[in-house]
């Protein structure tokens, strides 16, 4: 059936035997660092290298889904990070600095279906249709240019990139100077947090199993974590976590990690953590 979705877990075996059984799969989409902005994620590059040789094998489309990762995991996203050529890659606000667009890209071959041509036929049944609100809308359009612009010729990545490594190794300190059980990781500008749980990962992508994860980000721990630092200065969306921008600076992030130490300790005296 054409509106079929099949929701596999995050295992290559398990795609491997549904993509064997199923030969009218058109194609497999994937969020590049893992579920909920790399909450629970991906042991990537070798998961999506996995995914993208397994599409390959049944002649199926890969899709990367691009719209947390992408110009965040470097300036050219996932793919370019971990070297991985999709055949779409879908894109979102981040693109257009932040205004209302969006941006779907991919081989030629497939990127074309949706192209109009002198064929009146084709133009009214055989294209693939796509619209959206904002086409062709000049404001997104010049702010979309000015991001580009920016993340090609400047070092936001690494300046983000080297403060998220500073709010990082700031946060894992603040987790033992108040004897709490948890830790922070992530790459390149995103952070996560898990309280409660620890493994032996290299802070980079946390290698603990996923409902394990879940255990330390229940959604009271998440609440009371974002009170917490909203008492102390700081708004922590969702409570998760963090993605830190180039404009975060030193001072910012500095705070930011006292105010998670208070946190932490004003939790425990509750019994929280």
């Not at 799969?25 to 893992?34: L, M, Y």
């Not at 693109?95 to 071959?109: E, S, T, Y």
């Not at 133009?123 to 609100?133: D, E, I, L, M, P």
């Not at 086409?135 to 090609?152: D, E, K, M």
Request: proline fraction near 2%; charged fraction near 20%.
């Amino acid at each position: 059936m054409l509106d079929t979705v099949i929701v596999s877990q995050p295992e290559l075996n398990q795609v491997e035997e549904i993509l064997t059984e199923d030969h009218d799969v058109s194609g497999v989409i994937v969020e590049c660092h893992g579920a909920h902005w790399g909450m629970f994620p991906l042991q990537n590059p070798n998961f999506l290298q996995g995914l993208k040789d397994i599409t390959e094998k049944h002649g199926v489309v890969f899709i990367m889904d691009e719209v947390v990762t992408g110009f965040r995991l470097s300036s050219g996203g996932a793919h370019m990070r971990w070297g991985i050529d999709p055949d779409i890659t879908t894109m979102a606000k981040i693109i257009a600095g932040g205004q209302h667009g969006a941006a779907v890209g991919g081989k030629l071959d497939i990127i074309e279906l949706m192209a109009f041509r002198n064929d009146t036929n084709w133009n009214n049944y055989g294209r693939v249709a796509q619209g959206g609100t904002y086409n062709a809308q000049p404001i997104t359009a010049v702010a979309g240019i000015a991001t580009l612009n920016v993340i090609a010729e400047q070092d936001v990545n690494r300046r983000a990139d080297e403060m998220a490594r500073r709010l990082k190794n700031g946060l894992n300190e603040a987790f033992i100077k108040n004897e709490v059980v948890g830790h922070a990781h992530g790459i390149s500008s995103i952070v996560h947090l898990n309280l409660g749980s620890d493994c032996n990962c290299d802070r980079g992508i946390c290698t603990m199993p996923y409902d394990q994860i879940y255990r330390t980000m229940t959604d009271s721990t998440n609440k009371s974590v974002r009170w917490a630092m909203l008492v102390n200065g700081v708004d922590l969306m969702g409570g998760r976590g963090f993605l830190v921008s180039s404009a975060h600076d030193e001072q910012v992030i500095d705070h930011t990690i006292e105010a998670f130490s208070q946190s932490l300790k004003d939790l425990r005296e509750e019994c929280v953590v």
